[in-house]
């Protein structure tokens, strides 16, 4: 169980960090201008999958920790 905790962890945070890339190396964001700010639903999307992933990590190591402990 703890195990499927952290690989989602660690598959969401790769999700984000893709996302990231998206964002940053393809749409770029920016000021147009008419100086409105120029974003895609990527640089939101890596940060709600950032904290999804680390959410993941804590639960799949405290599973862990509380077998380890019996």
């Known amino acids: ?3 499927k905790f952290i690989i989602l962890g660690i598959a ?3 999700c984000a960090g ?3 890339l998206v964002e940053t190396f393809i749409f ?4 147009n201008p008419d ?5 895609s ?7 709600i999958l950032l904290l999804i992933s680390g959410a993941f ?11 380890a402990s019996n």
Request: no cysteine; hydrophobic share 60%; net charge positive.
């Open 12 to 14: 969401a945070l790769l």
């Open 57 to 67: 990590l804590i639960i799949g190591s405290m599973i862990k920790v509380a077998r």
């Open 35 to 39: 100086r409105i700010v120029q974003e």
């Open 28 to 31: 770029g964001g920016g000021v």
């Open 18 to 20: 893709a996302s990231l």
């Open 41 to 47: 639903f990527f640089l939101p999307l890596s940060f």
């Open 1 to 3: 169980m703890a195990n």
